[in-house]
């Protein structure tokens, strides 16, 4: 198995594990697409042996911002809208 495979299964269970965690809360969508923003920021910017570590932090961060938002917060994902 190769390092990027690892670094892929382990992204994927973090999207898992996130979505078991927000599901309730968050439009499967919109996860979705954090998980999908967050991957891109990060890929080649982050030594991939840390890319799961921030991967998970940055995406939980960010679906807690939309958990936690009101009127006077603006969220800065491209393509999310919290219904």
């Known amino acids: ?38 991957k891109r920021d990060l890929e080649g910017r982050i030594d991939p042996e840390e890319l799961g570590e921030m991967f998970h932090t940055l995406c939980r961060f960010r679906l807690q911002r939309i958990v936690a938002s009101d009127d006077r917060i603006t969220i800065k994902i491209p393509g999310t809208r919290v219904p």
Do not use: H, K, Y
């Open 1 to 38: 198995m190769t390092a990027q495979c690892t670094i892929t299964d382990e992204i994927g269970e973090i999207g898992v594990w996130l979505m078991g965690e927000f599901g309730g809360r968050v439009p499967a969508a919109v996860i979705s697409r954090v998980l999908n923003a967050s």
